[in-house]
C-alpha cells in the first residue's frame, strides 16, 4: 500500500514527491513488512512479486515438499513455437509420465490447451490462469503461482514432489522457488521457436546428473537433473 504521509529517512524524495529507487522517475513511498520504499509503479509492480517469492521460498520447505521442474530444452532454451513443442521424442514423453504420475502437476493455460488429452490423466491437474471462466471437467485451477503453490501443497502427499511441467511463462516465474530441475537436453536449435526457458544460473544450480547422449534418428538428446545449491 502506498503511504502518503510516512517520514523515513531511506526512502529519496524530492520537493515535488518520492522518486523511485531503481529508475528515478516519480513513485510513492511503499511499505514492506517493516521497510519503507521510494517506487514508481512498474518497480513496485516487481517488488511486491519479488516479496511474495521471498515469501514462497522461505515457507516452501515446510512440508518436505519439493518443487520440481521438468522440461525439454533446445540448444538456445527454445521449448516451443506456436503453442507446440518443437520436437517428438517418444521416450522423453515415457519419463515425462513415469516422473509425475499420481503427482499434482501445475501448468499455465496455454500449455494446458496445447495437451493431447485434457486432463493428463492419474496426475492432478492444476492450471494457473487469469480467466476466471476457465472451467474443464477434472481440472483445478488458480489464479496466481502463490496459490497454486499453496493448493498442491495441500494436495501432495508427504514427501511428494510438485511438478511445474510448464510452459515458457511459468517456468520463468517458478524457477526462484524451484528445488530440483528434470532437464531434457536437445542437442539441436530452432530458429523458429517462440518460447523459451530461462537461464539455468551455474551459480544457483548445481548438476546432479546426466546421462549420456541418445540418439534417435533424427535428434540427440540427453537427461540431466539440477538441484538448488
Ligand atoms: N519443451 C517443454 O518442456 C515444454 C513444456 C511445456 C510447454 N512447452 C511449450 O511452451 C509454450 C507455452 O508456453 P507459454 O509461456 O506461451 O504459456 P504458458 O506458460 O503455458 O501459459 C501462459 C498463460 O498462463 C497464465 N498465467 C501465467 N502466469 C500467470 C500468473 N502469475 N497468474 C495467472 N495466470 C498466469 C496466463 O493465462 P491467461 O491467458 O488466462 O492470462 C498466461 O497466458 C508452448 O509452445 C508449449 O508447447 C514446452
Known amino acids: 500500500m502506498p503511504l502518503k504521509h510516512f517520514n523515513n529517512n531511506h526512502a529519496s524524495t524530492q520537493w515535488w514527491g518520492p522518486i523511485c529507487s ?5 513513485g510513492q513511498l511503499y511499505r514492506f513488512g517493516d521497510n519503507c520504499k521510494a517506487l514508481c509503479t512498474k518497480h513496485y509492480k516487481q517488488e511486491s512479486l519479488n516479496q511474495k517469492l521471498k515469501k514462497l521460498k522461505t515457507t516452501k520447505n515446510k512440508k518436505n515438499k519439493m518443487i520440481s521442474i521438468i522440461a ?12 507446440e513443442l518443437l520436437w517428438y521424442i517418444p521416450e522423453d514423453l515415457k519419463r515425462f509420465k ?10 499455465g493455460q496455454k500449455t494446458f490447451e496445447s495437451l493431447p488429452i485434457k486432463p493428463l490423466p492419474n496426475r492432478i491437474n492444476l492450471v ?11 481440472v483445478l485451477k488458480s489464479y496466481s503461482i502463490e496459490s497454486a503453490v499453496k493448493r498442491a501443497k495441500n494436495l501432495s502427499k508427504k514427501d511428494e514432489e510438485i511438478f511445474i ?4 511463462s511459468i517456468y520463468k516465474q517458478f524457477i526462484d522457488i524451484a528445488d530440483k530441475l528434470y532437464i531434457t537436453e536437445v542437442h539441436e536449435s530452432y530458429e523458429d521457436a517462440d518460447t523459451f526457458f530461462p537461464v539455468i544460473d ?10 549420456a547422449v541418445t540418439f534417435q534418428p533424427d535428434i540427440i538428446y540427453s537427461y540431466t537433473e539440477y538441484l538448488k545449491k
Open 22 to 26: 531503481i529508475c528515478n522517475d516519480i
Open 72 to 83: 525439454a530444452i533446445g540448444k538456445n532454451n527454445e521449448i516451443g513455437r506456436n503453442n
Open 98 to 107: 513415469k516422473l509425475t504420475t499420481s503427482k499434482v502437476i501445475i501448468m
Open 128 to 138: 494457473i490462469t487469469n480467466d476466471r471462466k476457465f472451467k474443464h471437467e477434472g
Open 165 to 168: 511441467i510448464g510452459g515458457g
Open 202 to 211: 551455474k551459480d544457483i544450480w548445481r548438476l546432479s546428473s546426466s546421462t
